[in-house]
């Protein structure tokens, strides 16, 4: 899989936020907030195929986290940016 390209982070505010910019007259365009770890890991990984087991790896490796819970949290942000059309097979 790999991140939609055309799609940047950008600074509004204080927040950190892609802007998905919906179809005229059938979607509503949406704005995601990001914190820094899910900054970090979309610029990790923009640009390149990847994996859920990439990602489970290289949280594990980063925080020290136990792999179920890198697992548990990268399926949390894979499912988030599948749910903003961010992702693509």
């Known amino acids: 899989m790999h991140i939609k ?3 940047t982070i950008k ?3 204080t927040e950190r936020v ?3 910019q919906g179809r005229a ?3 509503l365009t949406k704005i995601v907030a990001f914190n820094a770890v ?3 890991l ?3 990984f923009s640009g390149r ?3 859920e087991d990439d990602v489970a790896e290289l949280l594990a490796q980063q925080y020290s986290l136990p792999p179920e819970q890198a697992l548990a949290d990268t399926r949390t ?3 988030q940016l599948q749910n903003a059309k961010l992702l693509e097979p």
């Open 5 to 7: 390209e055309g799609h």
């Open 11 to 13: 600074l509004i505010g």
């Open 18 to 20: 892609v802007i998905v």
């Open 25 to 27: 007259g059938a979607d």
């Open 38 to 40: 899910a900054e970090w």
């Open 42 to 44: 979309w610029n990790t």
């Open 49 to 51: 195929d990847f994996s």
């Open 77 to 79: 942000w894979l499912e």
